[in-house]
């Protein structure tokens, strides 16, 4: 016969307590079954105890770069690996650990005059470096000049990285930048100076920190006389009055 709980039963009939107690027992003798087992299941820590925090010794490195520090904690059973999204951090050391850590690493010098920022990236956490912009240093050659009386056209390059912004001025008037007086990087000038009708003189152009200086010779003295020519008696006498005519200075 088939009893309520859907069991076929053969030979005497088993009231319905009896039946539901053998029915417990057999859950209770497969769950011990279970336990016994010799397979067990191994949980790797979940995403967020696996979340690391992180410190950077300092958030801004100088534009000539170095090394940095960072700082991960994080659980004991937590592994990770360190890396970077820009090619100017680098040399992690070490690169991947377990647990809390100090993490080494490479900020390469910035020759750009312009900041700049980059991620360190451990696991799916960032620590964002910035970096200062490099100085601008500009230089111009020649930095001394002699010029000639007459005057002359003279030139000079300078020498700047780029973005880099520059302009040329004198503080006197016979020296003219006449093109190129501002630029960005490289660069020439172009130099006019006028002839000197006195004394040397000496005059600069600046650039940034930069100064070229033109130091001009002394104006050539000529001279003429009126009237060129005389005529006295054989007697001799008195002449008529010359005139003596030069440049300012002479």
């Known amino acids: 016969m088939i009893d309520g ?3 076929t039963s053969h030979g005497p009939a088993i009231s319905r307590p009896a039946r539901r107690v053998r029915l ?26 696996c979340a690391p925090s992180l410190a950077l010794a300092s958030s801004t490195m100088a534009a000539s770069g ?44 910035n020759s750009i005059p312009a900041a700049r920022e980059g991620d360190v990236v451990v696991n799916d956490e960032r620590a964002r470096v910035r970096q200062e912009a490099a100085p ?17 056209s003279v030139s000079a390059t300078v020498t700047a990285p780029s973005g880099c912004a520059w302009a040329a001025t004198t ?20 130099i006019v100076v006028a002839a000197n009708t006195g004394d040397q003189r000496t005059g600069t152009v600046q650039v940034a920190d930069q100064v070229l ?3 001009q010779a002394t104006a050539i003295c000529s001279y003429s006389l009126a009237p060129s020519a005389q005529s006295i008696a054989a007697a001799g006498g008195a002449g008529g009055p010359v005139t003596v005519s030069t440049s300012a200075g002479c």
């Open 5 to 7: 709980l859907g069991f």
């Open 24 to 49: 417990v027992a057999l859950l209770l003798a497969l769950i011990a079954a279970s336990c016994t087992s010799d397979s067990a299941t191994i949980t790797a820590p979940s995403p967020v105890k």
């Open 66 to 109: 170095g090394t940095g520090v960072l700082s991960i904690a994080t659980t004991a059973d937590c592994t990770w690996t360190a890396s970077a999204q820009v090619t100017w951090l680098s040399g992690f050391s070490p690169s991947s650990g377990q647990g809390s850590a100090q993490v080494e690493f490479q900020v390469a010098a």
């Open 136 to 152: 601008c240093r500009i230089e111009i050659a020649p930095t001394a000049r002699d010029v000639g009386a007459s005057g002359e």
């Open 171 to 190: 503080e006197v008037s016979w020296i003219t930048v006449t093109s190129s007086s501002t630029g960005n990087g490289n660069g020439t000038l172009s």
């Open 213 to 215: 200086t033109i130091r």
